[in-house]
């Protein structure tokens, strides 16, 4: 099991905003980064840090943080962010761990 | 632009060791920011980190599998390897490798910002 938890599923309406959210209590100490994957595809880093964007990923995609609980915030979903989400960190060990993921969906 | 290649048998029998390695290119291995690292994937399940090593060979494992796990680098060829060993069917997933950039003191922080396209090993007789 993950000491990272995500909501199995979450739905937003087109152009609407979501937020997916991780919890773990290692996340007082640790940044998550956040993970996009499409089917049959490898995962794409989207946010890392306190709130960083690699080239290339729209700024819809942010990042934030409160207590244990990291949130990945996509503002005006789109249908082509329809994927998987996973966060990842580090554990309360120091060993590096990802969250079950987070099924998208966009309606 | 830097890109990472698994490479390695598809398919490995129970007990054995699985081996596969990842040739990195566009970049040198030698990146004193990064860390490089194996990360898998069971059919229709969630990502596992594995292990990650460090140019130098410095590495750490994901303690579930630390005693069937070796990584090493090979900084002349500029690939990194792994090697897990006494497989089962429960080893059976895509394999990833990826770049582990990593960042800050006392308390590091990591991303893996750029992936393999992943390969797939089935543990089966």
């Known amino acids: 099991s993950s000491e990272l938890t995500q909501d199995p599923a979450v739905s937003v309406a087109l152009g609407q905003t979501v937020r997916i959210t991780c919890q773990g209590d290692s996340l007082r100490s640790y940044y998550a980064s956040w993970y996009q994957q499409k089917p049959g595809q490898a995962p794409v880093l989207v946010i890392y840090g306190k709130n960083n964007r690699p080239s290339g990923i729209p700024d819809r995609f942010s990042g934030s943080s409160s207590g244990n609980t990291a949130s990945l915030t996509i503002t005006g979903a789109q249908a082509e962010d329809e994927a998987d989400y996973y966060c990842?960190?580090?554990?309360?060990?120091?060993?590096?761990?990802f969250g079950g993921g987070t099924k998208l969906t966009v309606l | 632009q830097l890109q990472l290649q698994e490479s390695g048998p598809g398919l490995v029998k129970p007990s054995e060791t699985l081996s596969l390695t990842c040739t990195v290119s566009g970049g040198s291995i030698s990146s004193s920011s990064y860390y490089w690292g194996w990360i898998r994937q069971p059919p229709g399940k969630g990502l596992e980190w594995i292990g990650s090593?460090?140019?130098?060979?410095?590495?750490y494992y994901n303690p579930s599998l630390k005693s069937r796990v070796t990584i090493s680098v090979d900084t002349s060829k500029n690939q990194f390897s792994l090697k897990l060993s006494s497989v089962t069917a429960a080893d059976t997933a895509v394999y990833y490798c990826?770049?582990?950039?990593?960042?800050?003191?006392?308390?590091?922080?990591?991303?893996?910002?750029?992936w393999g396209q992943g390969t797939m090993v089935t543990v089966s007789s």
């Open positions: 990826a770049r582990q950039l990593s960042w800050g003191t006392p308390i590091p922080h990591d991303a893996f910002d750029i």
């Open positions: 090593i460090y140019y130098s060979g410095s590495t």
């Open positions: 990842n960190s580090r554990d309360s060990s120091g060993n590096l761990v």
